[in-house]
């Protein structure tokens, strides 16, 4: 297109005929106002994209992390050094940085952990890519040799990685404990971590094989100190709404028979959506009479059945509340969903719609029952529940964002020792893997020739920035301890990584900085895949937003909603 100085010229005008001679009418394919950039300039754009994300969570890596205080557009504060949390509230609107986010979630998905790994590593590999691709190097040259590098890193790790034996249930104990703790090490609870890892791998050890994350609750309680929380095996929650007459309830009951309903249990249930007319007091009277004696017929139906505590999903009214005392039932209405779920999961039973038949098969049991004050709060616990194995975790500490972030690190250590269990292979963290795998490809890619060598050679290097940001954050001098964990892994020293509290290096084996492999394996195969993806797009496409208000064919443009575009 011509520039509108040139237009403006004498000059201008007649050049603009003669091409206008020359050239057929153009094709005009997509809508006004779309924007479209292709080509090499656009890659080098996706990949700076990639490095302000990376840059957003690069601080929170490791033990040393510092912590991002988010507030979204409500005012809510979210304090957090969990990578897919932090990217989640951070709304990316830029198409190729959204590949960054999506590796970062599927990372918490899978594993749990290593969510600022995977992105760091994706945006590193593709720094390292940069000048290659600015020399014009062919992005699907770089894909195949990335590929390559993936599969030969993955299966040094599968080949180095440290099994352990799970016959000796201490030791295996002992191992998920270490897991546990390195996950949490970097996490606002570090200080607590021997307290916490021990309570996490209690919780996952009481659950069945199938280990399902919905049988481990967590509820926090404000106040309190950090090492106050407890785990309680069986259903915990807080106690619901009550209405005048649930104090003269009992508290406490052994063996009880466990009612779980859908079922509201108050007067006004009865009249809904009915008209009645009537001529008399009687009659009128009749109709009530008739609501209290339905209301009556299923309490009655329900202290028949045996049970002596009712949970309902639906309210529970004061007539209701009333009648369950004077017999000495308790009773707790509006409970949430899933706790009622979790309820009969543990203790058996079934949640019944109707009490028409409220036999000892559809009633759940457990050993104890009993409503404890925890800090300001009341709760309903149910222990030794024969049925599922279910644990409850009660979170307590001061401000509500740091229980918040309590949360989202046991979150993380919970699936960490999850896949721990499952993959009984173990690696050292703190860099330690990161390096070895660096040398291990820096050797291989001696041996062959070609572009390849230089592209695997950068995936070495990109390898690097686990171990040079943990550096960074701790405030350490990079260059020198990269330097020295070389010299180290070149003379055979595997399990060499970052020592975070003597500024050096250290086996981190022998200080039992742990993770399960998996974690690892699934880390470099994400950012690799990001990293493959970004580089083979080479055109990007925006649609303009249509307008509501503008006529069709784009005529009213701009005065409606549509965003305006830069051209």
């Given at each position: 297109?011509?520039?509108?100085?040139?237009?403006?010229?004498?000059?201008?005008?007649?050049?603009?005929?003669?091409?206008?001679?020359?050239?057929?009418?153009?094709?005009?394919?997509?809508?006004?106002?779309?924007?479209?950039?292709?080509?090499?300039?656009?890659?080098?754009?996706?990949?700076?994209?990639?490095?302000?994300?990376?840059?957003?969570?690069?601080?929170?890596?490791?033990?040393?992390?510092?912590?991002?205080?988010?507030?979204?557009?409500?005012?809510?504060?979210?304090?957090?050094?969990?990578?897919?949390?932090?990217?989640?509230?951070?709304?990316?609107?830029?198409?190729?940085?959204?590949?960054?986010?999506?590796?970062?979630?599927?990372?918490?998905?899978?594993?749990?952990?290593?969510?600022?790994?995977?992105?760091?590593?994706?945006?590193?590999?593709?720094?390292?890519?940069?000048?290659?691709?600015?020399?014009?190097?062919?992005?699907?040259?770089?894909?195949?040799?990335?590929?390559?590098?993936?599969?030969?890193?993955?299966?040094?790790?599968?080949?180095?990685?440290?099994?352990?034996?799970?016959?000796?249930?201490?030791?295996?104990?002992?191992?998920?404990?270490?897991?546990?703790?390195?996950?949490?090490?970097?996490?606002?609870?570090?200080?607590?971590?021997?307290?916490?890892?021990?309570?996490v791998v209690d919780a996952v050890m009481s659950l069945e094989e199938l280990m399902s994350l919905?049988?481990?609750?967590?509820?926090?309680?404000?106040?309190?100190?950090?090492?106050?929380?407890?785990?309680?095996?069986?259903?915990?929650?807080?106690?619901?709404?009550?209405?005048?007459?649930?104090?003269?309830?009992?508290?406490?009951?052994?063996?009880?028979?466990?009612?779980?309903l859908n079922v509201e249990l108050e007067l006004k249930a009865e009249k809904d959506n009915a008209?009645?007319?009537?001529?008399?007091?009687?009659?009128?009277?009749?109709?009530?009479?008739?609501?209290?004696?339905?209301?009556?017929?299923?309490?009655?139906?329900?202290?028949?059945?045996?049970?002596?505590?009712?949970?309902?999903?639906?309210?529970?009214?004061?007539?209701?509340?009333?009648?369950?005392?004077?017999?000495?039932?308790?009773?707790?209405?509006?409970?949430?969903?899933?706790?009622?779920?979790?309820?009969?999961?543990?203790?058996?039973?079934?949640?019944?719609?109707?009490?028409?038949?409220?036999?000892?098969?559809?009633?759940?049991?457990?050993?104890?029952?009993?409503?404890?004050?925890?800090?300001?709060?009341?709760?309903?616990?149910?222990?030794?529940?024969?049925?599922?194995?279910?644990?409850?975790?009660?979170?307590?500490?001061?401000?509500?964002?740091?229980?918040?972030?309590?949360?989202?690190?046991?979150?993380?250590?919970?699936?960490?020792?999850?896949?721990?269990?499952?993959?009984?292979?173990?690696?050292?963290?703190?860099?330690?893997?990161?390096?070895?795998?660096?040398?291990?490809?820096?050797?291989?890619?001696?041996?062959?020739?070609?572009?390849?060598?230089?592209?695997?050679?950068?995936?070495?290097?990109?390898?690097?920035?686990?171990?040079?940001?943990?550096?960074?954050?701790?405030?350490f001098d990079a260059t020198n301890i990269l330097n020295k964990l070389r010299a180290k892994h070149?003379?055979?020293?595997?399990?060499?990584?970052?020592?975070?509290?003597?500024?050096?290096?250290?086996?981190?084996?022998?200080?039992?900085?742990?993770?399960?492999?998996?974690?690892?394996?699934?880390?470099?195969?994400?950012?690799?895949?990001?990293?493959?993806?970004?580089?083979?797009?080479?055109?990007?496409?925006?649609?303009?937003?249509?307008?509501?208000?503008?006529?069709?064919?784009?005529?009213?443009?701009?005065?409606?909603?549509?965003?305006?575009?830069?051209?």
């Amino acid at each position: 297109m011509l520039s509108k100085s040139i237009l403006g010229s004498d000059a201008g005008g007649k050049l603009l005929e003669r091409t206008a001679k020359m050239m057929p009418t153009p094709v005009i394919l997509l809508k006004e106002g779309t924007d479209t950039s292709q080509g090499i300039p656009q890659l080098i754009s996706n990949i700076n994209a990639c490095q302000v994300i990376s840059e957003a969570v690069r601080t929170t890596l490791g033990p040393r992390g510092m912590d991002k205080l988010m507030v979204d557009s409500r005012g809510k504060a979210t304090i957090s050094n969990d990578g897919a949390t932090i990217l989640k509230l951070l709304d990316v609107v830029h198409p190729a940085a959204k590949t960054l986010v999506d590796i970062a979630r599927s990372q918490d998905a899978e594993v749990g952990d290593g969510t600022t790994s995977v992105t760091l590593l994706a945006a590193e590999f593709l720094k390292q890519l940069k000048s290659y691709v600015e020399e014009g190097l062919h992005p699907q040259t770089i894909i195949r040799a990335f590929r390559t590098a993936t599969n030969l890193a993955v299966g040094k790790i599968k080949e180095i990685a440290v099994s352990v034996k799970k016959d000796d249930k201490q030791e295996q104990r002992e191992l998920l404990e270490k897991c546990a703790a390195t996950a949490l090490n970097s996490k606002l609870i570090a200080g607590q971590k021997e307290f916490f890892s021990k309570m996490v791998v209690d919780a996952v050890m009481s659950l069945e094989e199938l280990m399902s994350l919905k049988m481990i609750g967590i509820k926090k309680v404000q106040g309190g100190a950090l090492e106050e929380s407890q785990l309680v095996s069986g259903v915990a929650f807080k106690k619901t709404f009550s209405y005048a007459g649930f104090e003269m309830q009992p508290k406490r009951y052994e063996n009880p028979k466990i009612a779980l309903l859908n079922v509201e249990l108050e007067l006004k249930a009865e009249k809904d959506n009915a008209e009645v007319r009537v001529k008399s007091v009687e009659d009128y009277q009749a109709i009530v009479d008739a609501e209290w004696n339905i209301l009556y017929d299923k309490l009655e139906k329900i202290y028949k059945s045996g049970a002596k505590v009712v949970l309902s999903k639906l309210p529970i009214g004061d007539v209701a509340t009333q009648f369950f005392a004077d017999r000495d039932l308790f009773c707790a209405g509006r409970v949430q969903e899933e706790d009622l779920k979790r309820t009969m999961m543990a203790c058996g039973g079934s949640i019944q719609t109707s009490v028409g038949a409220m036999t000892d098969d559809v009633l759940g049991q457990c050993e104890l029952f009993e409503e404890v004050q925890v800090g300001g709060e009341r709760y309903n616990f149910f222990k030794g529940c024969p049925k599922a194995k279910t644990c409850t975790i009660i979170l307590r500490g001061g401000a509500e964002q740091f229980t918040e972030e309590t949360e989202r690190s046991l979150h993380d250590a919970i699936m960490i020792v999850r896949r721990a269990i499952k993959n009984d292979s173990v690696v050292a963290g703190g860099g330690a893997i990161e390096m070895e795998l660096s040398k291990y490809l820096r050797d291989y890619s001696r041996t062959i020739p070609g572009k390849q060598q230089l592209l695997i050679g950068a995936y070495a290097k990109a390898l690097e920035i686990i171990p040079r940001q943990l550096c960074d954050n701790a405030g350490f001098d990079a260059t020198n301890i990269l330097n020295k964990l070389r010299a180290k892994h070149a003379q055979g020293g595997m399990w060499y990584g970052v020592d975070i509290n003597n500024e050096d290096i250290a086996d981190n084996f022998v200080a039992c900085v742990w993770e399960p492999s998996i974690v690892r394996i699934n880390a470099l195969t994400a950012a690799s895949e990001a990293a493959c993806l970004i580089l083979s797009v080479d055109e990007t496409i925006k649609n303009p937003r249509s307008t509501v208000d503008g006529p069709p064919g784009g005529a009213g443009r701009g005065r409606g909603r549509g965003r305006p575009h830069a051209h």
